[in-house]
Nanobody, 124 residues
Framework: VQLQASGGGLVQAGGSLRLSCAAS????????MAWFRQAPGMEREFVAA?????????YADSVKGRFAVARDNARKNAVYLQMNSLKPEDTAVYYC?????????????????WGQGTLVTVSS
């Protein structure tokens, strides 16, 4: 599966931004999709994940209550990450990822397919 992420940009602290990840190729219901982020000099870290059928979601503690991952019903084979109450520490390159086995591990190496990153910058 090929992934295409979009929607990054510059936003003030407290603001909102929505990222989108479009998948092409054969996407099965058993797929999991995830968002990771990587700040300069830091390792890539797990943000959120969703089973392709949309019924199971996971979140990192750092974003729980502020971010939401969901199927994008307006677009075929796409998921979005709604980011609210953004903080300067959310600044990073955000990546979408996919895997076709059960579970949503937080380790980046466990994910098979990656989209290109999209930069999110939160100013204070």
């Amino acid at each position: 599966v090929q992934l295409q992420a979009s929607g990054g940009g510059l936003v003030q602290a407290g603001g909102s931004l929505r990222l989108s990840c479009a998948a092409s190729g054969r996407v099965f219901g058993s797929y999991f999709m995830a968002w990771f982020r990587q700040a300069p000099g830091m390792e890539r870290e797990f943000v959120a994940a969703i089973r392709w059928n949309g019924y199971i979601t996971y979140y990192a503690d750092s974003v729980k209550g502020r971010f939401a991952v969901a199927r994008d019903n307006a677009r075929k084979n796409a998921v979005y990450l709604q980011m609210n109450s953004l903080k300067p520490e959310d600044t990073a390159v955000y990546y979408c990822a996919a895997r076709n086995v059960p579970g949503a591990p937080t380790g980046a190496a466990e994910w098979d397919s990656w989209g290109q990153g999209t930069l999110v910058t939160v100013s204070s």
